[in-house]
T-cell receptor
């Protein structure tokens, strides 16, 4: 079991460029999440998908879009990157309210 | 809406001394509460969880937390700190519903000195 995997691990973008962060889980979980982590602010929910075919906004969705490609995969897209989107991005999945399983993170810098 | 407040952004202890990381919660219903740990440049790992069974919850690596409804607190403790405990710790509350959305505290960085 790989658990939750994320690609890439690191990325540097210029302002205005676009990119997609990929996330996949092999635990057959229904729910998947994208968070961003900024110093002194903990993790904040960007978007989530309660089940295949559904997506909903979290606390900080502006500037992002998501796609739940299938049950395994949940991608996060930045259409026009801004320096304020410099952050560490975590994907997570779960099938119960008792624990979410986190990926290793993607460190994104926008210059 | 639910929220958690971590009362200390940074805690420093000597190796072998007790650890106390403080967390207060706010919730309009009986909450599910968690502590997660993040070691430098790593992902997040679940330390322990409270889900309205026993109020004293034991987790991994000797950590435990006590749910106190009267004080709306869920403090994390460990009797004796180890150098490997140095990390960032997050207190987290979960919502009800079809997707268990987590709300994170701002984190407490634990430093362990010799």
């Amino acid at each position: 079991n790989a658990g939750v995997t994320q690609t890439p691990k690191f990325q540097v973008l210029k302002t205005g460029q676009s990119m997609t962060l990929q996330c996949a889980q092999d635990m057959n979980h229904n729910s998947m999440y994208w968070y961003r982590q900024d110093p002194g602010m903990g993790l904040r929910l960007i978007y989530y998908s309660a089940s295949e075919g559904t997506t909903d906004k979290g606390e900080v969705p502006n500037g992002y879009n998501v796609s739940r490609l299938n049950k395994r995969e949940f991608s996060l897209r930045l259409e026009s990157a801004a320096p304020s989107q410099t952050s560490v991005y975590f994907c997570a999945s779960t099938d119960s309210p008792l624990e979410q399983y986190f990926g290793p993170g993607t460190r994104l810098t926008v210059t | 809406a639910q929220s958690v407040t971590q009362l200390d952004s940074h805690v420093s202890v000597s190796e072998g001394t007790p650890v106390l990381l403080r967390c207060n919660y706010s919730s309009s219903y009986s909450p599910s509460l968690f502590w997660y740990v993040q070691h430098p440049n790593k992902g997040l790992q679940l330390l322990l969880k409270y889900t309205s069974a026993a109020t004293l919850v034991k987790g991994i690596n000797g950590f435990e937390a006590e749910f106190k409804k009267s004080e709306t607190s869920f403090h994390l403790t460990k009797p004796s700190a180890h150098m490997s405990d140095a990390a960032e710790y997050f207190c987290v509350v979960s919502s009800f519903g079809p997707a268990s959305k987590l709300t994170f505290g701002t984190g407490t960085r634990l430093q362990v000195t010799l």
